[in-house]
């Protein structure tokens, strides 16, 4: 099977389970604290990681998981193929609006950015794709969002890294023309790759930034470990930047001068 087969395979899948999702939300939805009473998981990501490594443990059975959930087998190598879920991102999103939350999964090879898939589920709107299949938007083709520069354009922001300064990203947000927050890192994702945000920071899992780093490399945007590092696929929570190439350049002037 080619990459872009494998793609539409895996849209099939993703759109089956935003089904199972819009079903269960006429349901009770049944909610737990994980760390905080901020950080929650319900029994409709937990069905929804399982629908997902079913299918591809059915599909590949060689391949490898990581989930959100712990659903996925524990991945020490980079070497072979890994997919990795969320399977709703922005959970408390989905708790308390019932909308402004994703599905999302990221493929990598041997390390290298395969097929991310963010899908939008309350709003039907479904970006996935990668390097050697093209990026598309319910169908239609996405190009590079336009290169403009942090003056020129909105940032999106962890609320906890804004309020703290942390690497000067209050400074960096003030240098924009206005600074959002969405609770959501895949729509924060989705706005960079579409041109209606020029950069996104936050503190972020390997599932938070998996899918989204597949697709906005392959539109040239920037990834990478906040302020400038590697990203790392297998490690922990880590600081990251998603940006357009020219407001990447600014943002780094902000500790070339410190």
């Not at 924009?176 to 972020?204: E, H, T």
Request: glycine share 10%.
């Amino acid at each position: 099977m080619d990459n872009k087969q494998l793609m539409l395979q895996v849209k099939q899948w993703m759109e089956e389970a935003g089904q199972y999702i819009k079903d269960e939300l006429k349901q009770v939805v049944t909610v737990e604290e994980k760390t905080n009473r901020s950080d929650l998981v319900t029994n409709v990501d937990k069905g929804t990681e399982s629908f997902l490594v079913k299918k591809i443990n059915e599909a590949y059975p060689n391949d490898l998981i990581i989930g959100e959930e712990g659903t996925g087998r524990e991945v020490s190598s980079t070497k072979g193929r890994i997919w990795i879920i969320d399977p709703i991102d922005g959970t408390l999103n989905f708790v308390k609006q019932q909308e402004n939350f994703c599905v999302m999964i990221g493929i990598f090879e041997d390390g290298n950015p395969l097929l991310g898939f963010i899908y939008d589920v309350m709003k039907n709107e479904f970006v996935y794709g990668g390097p050697s299949t093209g990026v598309y938007l319910n169908g239609t083709p996405l190009h590079a969002p336009e290169d403009s520069s942090l003056a020129d354009g909105l940032l999106g922001c962890n609320v906890g890294m804004y309020s703290e300064n942390y690497e000067h990203s209050r400074e960096i947000a003030s240098a924009a023309i206005g600074v959002r927050m969405l609770g959501c890192a895949g729509l924060d994702f989705l706005n960079v790759i579409r041109g209606k945000q020029n950069a996104y920071i936050s503190n972020l899992a390997p599932w938070d930034f998996a899918a989204g780093t597949v697709l906005s490399q392959a539109l040239g945007l920037v990834c990478r470990q906040f302020p400038d590092l590697d990203y790392n696929i297998l490690g922990k929570r880590q600081y990251f930047i998603v940006a357009t190439p020219q407001t990447f350049r600014d943002i780094q002037k902000f500790f070339k001068n410190k």
